[in-house]
């Protein structure tokens, strides 16, 4: 019987797709990561499912739309009645292996912003029947990854099994404000590394100025980046022996807000050498003047999750920064790379790299997600390299989805995936020719008076967003007009693509209703 595949699936946070080198960027140095794809193949047009972190890690894990799964928007956990392709490797005897981010459940642990209120001179229901899903994911098992609990060890509370994973070291947050398994291992190499930490605890720097940025005091060797590194060496090596094929998923934090990246990686990249992005300024679309407006006013929170406008120095120095963050990941990357081939594991090992989703890093003058799907928010990596393929250094430009890696790893496994999976095997089938996109927010953000649902379709040509109970609408010929500038919605030339997409939409979206749970009888 041939050998079974392993696989090093490895996977950053808020990370665009041409923040890489081979994704065409001629600053940030990816040395590790482009040696992935000229072994193997990149795909130049893949996109998020949804461009928010807990519901496109569900998507990826499920290979599901976050319509069919549930996971609308952070702050509901993926629920555990939920099939994922990790359990389907397990199933079939893999080993099974989660270093870093999971970001499946919640970490906060702070109240959700969407709650049952029940209504003045209407009898409520009890609260087991204020939601149309009784099994509304409120139960204890759905707060392991609460970070203010967080106490022990998630491998000691998990029972052997999380979502597929039998091994877990986890991360919670971002940046220098990194938690979970990885803080308590922190504390236990400094009992002052708490006084390390934060804004407050920050190093002395004048040379960066931008919100939600400090040079932290946590040295490269604590920062959370390098023991996912350290932890992903560990397990391969304590495993290297295992007759058993393995499945690891490799998750950084990072180059999520807040903008932190410790030691040399803070000043690697000068401030005065990023050009702004072409888009920078630009846009008149209603929450990026709104935006604009509450800069100029300074009324803007700018330390939130929200996105908010940047002047042009801060851009330069946020986007600086996350260069630094993204070396350093790349760096990580490097050693457990190195650490496969010492081990002889590298040739029968599929390496993957991709992220959950994008940022604005300046496009129209803006920073981090949310709301508007511009080309840098749903647009990701995805490398792929496969060493028993003759496939090297290819671009594949058909159009793909975060929902397509579940069934991609399954079909290179030899396993059949589950009724309802919804994506495809990339390396097996030909796009449809359209992707979607979803977001449904919790949370009333700058420029709008409501939370917000909005539903995208890329094509090869076109993107088109539309969006619940807002007069206005999006549409772009990315043929003619990358950098999105030009909205064609309620233009005369954009009318035949707007009555064409608005029928693909429909057709794609009914495509993916859901085909699960399978009928118990003909009826």
């Known amino acids: 019987m041939t050998r079974r595949p392993n696989f090093l699936f490895i996977i950053t946070d808020q990370h665009r797709a041409d923040h890489l080198g081979c994704g065409g960027n001629a600053i940030v140095q990816t040395p590790n990561i482009d040696s992935i794809a000229t072994k193997g193949t990149r795909w130049d047009r893949f996109y998020a499912a949804n461009p928010i972190c807990m519901p496109n890690r569900a998507s990826i894990m499920t290979g599901r739309m976050c319509s069919a799964h549930?996971?609308?928007?952070?702050?509901?956990?993926?629920?555990?009645?939920?099939?994922?392709?990790?359990?389907?490797?397990?199933?079939?005897?893999?080993?099974?292996?989660?270093?870093?981010?999971?970001?499946?459940?919640?970490?906060?642990?702070?109240?959700?912003?969407?709650?049952?209120?029940?209504?003045?001179?209407?009898?409520?229901?009890?609260?087991?029947?204020?939601?149309?899903?009784?099994?509304?994911?409120?139960?204890?098992?759905?707060?392991?990854?609460?970070?203010?609990?967080?106490?022990?060890?998630?491998?000691?509370?998990?029972?052997?099994?999380?979502?597929?994973?039998?091994?877990?070291?986890?991360?919670?947050?971002?940046?220098?404000?990194?938690?979970?398994?990885?803080?308590?291992?922190?504390?236990?190499?400094?009992?002052?590394?708490?006084?390390?930490?934060?804004?407050?605890?920050?190093?002395?720097?004048?040379?960066?100025?931008?919100?939600?940025?400090?040079?932290?005091?946590?040295?490269?060797?604590?920062?959370?980046?390098?023991?996912?590194?350290?932890?992903?060496?560990?397990?391969?090596?304590?495993?290297?022996?295992?007759?058993k094929p393995f499945f690891l998923q490799m998750s950084f934090p990072d180059p999520h807000h807040p903008f932190t990246p410790p030691g040399r990686y803070w000043s690697m990249y000068d401030p005065a050498d990023i050009p702004l992005p072409a888009s920078f300024g630009q846009g008149d679309l209603p929450p990026i003047r709104a935006m604009r407006e509450a800069l100029e006013k300074g009324t803007d929170a700018r330390h939130s999750q929200n996105p908010f406008a940047v002047t042009e120095v801060e851009a330069r120095s946020i986007i600086a920064l996350t260069y630094g963050m993204i070396t350093m990941i790349d760096d990580a990357i490097g050693r457990v790379l190195n650490r496969l081939d010492s081990l002889g594991l590298a040739e029968d090992t599929v390496v993957i790299f991709t992220s959950d989703h994008g940022d604005y890093m300046g496009d129209h003058g803006l920073m981090l997600k949310l709301l508007l799907h511009f080309q840098g928010i749903i647009r990701v990596p995805f490398v792929w390299h496969d060493p028993k393929s003759r496939s090297r250094g290819q671009v594949d430009g058909g159009l793909a989805s975060s929902i397509d890696i579940a069934p991609t790893i399954l079909a290179r496994a030899g396993i059949q995936p589950y009724n309802g999976i919804q994506g495809r095997d990339l390396l097996s089938s030909r796009s449809p020719g359209v992707v979607i996109v979803e977001e449904d927010s919790q949370r009333i953000m700058t420029g709008f008076d409501r939370p917000q649902r909005v539903r995208t379709i890329v094509t090869d040509k076109y993107r088109m967003s539309l969006r619940e109970g807002e007069s206005w609408n999006e549409l772009y010929d990315l043929s003619t007009d990358p950098g999105e500038f030009s909205n064609l919605y309620d233009e005369p030339a954009g009318l035949k693509a707007r009555h064409e997409l608005s029928e693909l939409m429909l057709r794609r979206m009914i495509a993916l209703q859901d085909r699960s749970p399978l009928p118990a009888y003909r009826a």
């Open 70 to 243: 549930g996971v609308r928007h952070n702050g509901i956990p993926l629920s555990k009645d939920h099939t994922t392709f990790v359990e389907l490797l397990r199933d079939a005897g893999y080993r099974t292996g989660l270093i870093g981010k999971s970001h499946l459940q919640c970490f906060t642990g702070l109240p959700a912003t969407n709650r049952f209120e029940p209504a003045e001179g209407l009898v409520a229901p009890s609260r087991h029947l204020r939601d149309a899903i009784k099994n509304n994911r409120h139960t204890p098992e759905y707060d392991l990854e609460v970070a203010p609990q967080w106490d022990r060890p998630l491998a000691e509370r998990t029972g052997g099994d999380f979502y597929g994973f039998e091994h877990v070291e986890v991360v919670a947050d971002h940046g220098d404000q990194a938690c979970g398994d990885y803080l308590l291992w922190a504390r236990q190499q400094r009992r002052d590394f708490d006084s390390l930490v934060g804004p407050e605890n920050s190093l002395p720097d004048n040379r960066v100025n931008a919100p939600q940025a400090w040079r932290t005091a946590v040295p490269e060797e604590l920062y959370a980046t390098s023991w996912i590194a350290d932890r992903s060496e560990a397990w391969l090596s304590n495993g290297a022996a295992n007759d």
